[in-house]
Antibody
Framework: EVQLVQSGAEVKKPGESLKISCKGS????????IGWVRQMPGKGLQWMGI????????RYSPSFQGQVTISADKSISTAYLQWSSLKASDTAMYYC?????????????WGQGTVVTVSS | SYELTQPPSVSVSPGQTARITCSGD??????AYWYQQKPGQAPVLVIY???ERPSGIPERFSGSSSGTTVTLTISGVQAEDEADYYC???????????FGGGTKLTVL
């Protein structure tokens, strides 16, 4: 089955670091870009950035550049989103999704989402 | 930063046609994509490259483009189509993508 499986929910304190993951299976992980999308509680979708696991080419939205780091380990078909110092405003659902040349820059397959809660 | 503008809400009766617009300065040169998101679920791609429909998406979903506005049209709306809809496209530099603010479709 073609799928993206994300790591479980996280509860963290402000200032802590965090790395969440997204594992692809059922397809060639290195031939699709993987993106991350934030959805704050009750709000819309925000495009954060994408990575090409084959060579780790990474693009960020200006809104998230310097705030998060996107990485990938192609040997285990996994992409990551990490924070070095969390803020309460990072509380959100985070989705990973894949995109390929056939659909342009559309995300045609989504993970189930990871809830991140940052609270003191 | 680049922005895509959608109406916050659209309401239609079952069987009618719903049209959801998305406006952005770069849309004449960049493809647009549309997603449907139901409560508690991940988004689902319903239109890519302005007007292409992924496999498995009902034919009642269609997309079009005219100048700086793209439109998602749902013909013969059904109760199950009630959801939030988001457009997505790139800024003129094509270095990053953005989503529109989302439109809540209510089926009366």
């Amino acid at each position: 089955e073609v799928q993206l499986v994300q790591s479980g929910a996280e509860v963290k304190k402000p200032g802590e670091s965090l790395k969440i993951s997204c594992k692809g299976s059922g397809y060639s992980f290195t031939t699709y870009w993987i993106g991350w999308v934030r959805q704050m509680p009750g709000k819309g979708l925000q495009w954060m950035g994408i990575i090409y696991p084959s060579d780790s080419d990474t693009r960020y939205s200006p809104s998230f550049q310097g705030q998060v780091t996107i990485s990938a380990d192609k040997s285990i078909s996994t992409a990551y989103l990490q924070w070095s110092s969390l803020k309460a405003s990072d509380t959100a659902m985070y989705y990973c999704a894949r995109t390929d040349n056939l659909t342009g820059n559309a995300f045609d397959l989504w993970g189930q989402g990871t809830v991140v809660t940052v609270s003191s | 930063s680049y922005e895509l503008t959608q109406p916050p809400s659209v309401s239609v009766s079952p069987g009618q046609t719903a049209r959801i617009t998305c406006s952005g300065d770069a849309l004449p040169k960049q493809y647009a994509y549309w997603y449907q998101q139901k409560p508690g679920q991940a988004p689902v791609l319903v239109i890519y490259k302005d007007s292409e429909r992924p496999s498995g998406i009902p034919e009642r979903f269609s997309g079009s483009s005219s100048g700086t506005t793209v439109t998602l049209t749902i013909s013969g709306v059904q109760a199950e189509d009630e959801a939030d809809y988001y457009c997505q496209s790139a800024d003129s530099s094509v270095s990053y993508q953005v989503f529109g603010g989302g439109t809540k479709l209510t089926v009366l």
